[in-house]
């Protein structure tokens, strides 16, 4: 149980194009869930956690207009990396967390989708 | 200010060695919990063990160990009689919900290890 997936795993785009990012929980309801960042061999930065039906929460130093986040049900969560540019080629990774008293504050981590920006 | 360190960029070790990788954290709070996680060439974290503040037990699972001692803020993780699959970057990191994000999970910098043939 408790496994999360994004789509897609990989994505390459053009410079200024709009990119989309899903995140699911597939066995679980998840009332939170959190978006990362990781660039190349580096550590993994949270850039914002979103609450189903409400605004997400970024972090400082993230753009909350570049980077959209929509948390529209208890199973999806969506990154929207707007007028995308080569330095937002990254590892984006979410997690997940359930609400249920066995998930209780563990997150669980998604396999990330790699995006390159041309 | 909560802060994981991870001292260790990068170790080799011949397989079937032991090898230990060093955690220490800085938290202000009494309640937190401590992670290890493994991110094999693949990119997916691989969860290992989460540890409560309140349970300093070492523990054991397999070939895996993890020394957690408050007194110096430090949950190490050793890994005995090495295996090249156990090369991967692993990730230490800290929640502590005192800072009203009881949610959010801080990551060391990460130490890659790499097991030699």
């Known amino acids: 149980g408790a496994v999360v997936s994004q789509h897609p795993s990989w994505v390459i785009c053009k410079s200024g194009t709009s990119v989309k990012i899903e995140c699911r929980s597939l066995?679980?309801?998840?009332?939170?869930m959190f978006w990362y960042r990781q660039f190349p061999k580096q550590s993994l930065m949270l850039m914002a956690t979103?609450?189903?039906?409400?605004?997400?929460?970024?972090e400082q130093g993230v753009e909350k207009d570049k980077f959209l986040i929509n948390h529209a049900s208890l199973t999806l969560s969506t990154l929207t990396v707007t007028s995308a540019h080569p330095e937002d080629s990254s590892f984006y990774i979410c997690?997940?967390?359930?609400?249920?008293?066995?998930?209780?504050?563990?997150?669980?981590f998604g396999p990330g989708t790699r995006l390159t920006v041309l | 200010a909560q802060k994981v360190t991870q001292a260790q960029t990068e170790i080799s070790v011949v397989e079937k060695e032991d090898v230990t990788l060093d955690c220490v954290y800085e938290?202000?709070?009494?309640?937190?919990?401590l992670f290890w996680y493994k991110q094999p060439p693949s990119g997916e974290l691989v969860f290992l063990i989460r540890r409560n503040s309140f349970d300093e037990q070492n523990e054991i699972s397999g070939r895996y160990s993890w020394n957690f001692q408050k007194s110096t803020s430090s949950f190490n993780f050793t890994i005995t009689a090495s295996q090249v699959v156990d090369s991967a970057v692993y990730f230490c990191a800290l929640s502590d919900p005192s800072m009203n994000r009881d949610d959010k999970i801080i990551f060391g910098k990460g130490t890659r290890l790499h097991i030699l043939p």
């Open positions: 938290t202000r709070d009494t309640t937190y919990y």
């Open positions: 066995d679980f309801q998840a009332t939170t």
């Open positions: 997690s997940a967390m359930g609400s249920g008293r066995a998930l209780y504050n563990e997150q669980f």
């Open positions: 979103s609450n189903e039906g409400s605004k997400a929460t970024y």
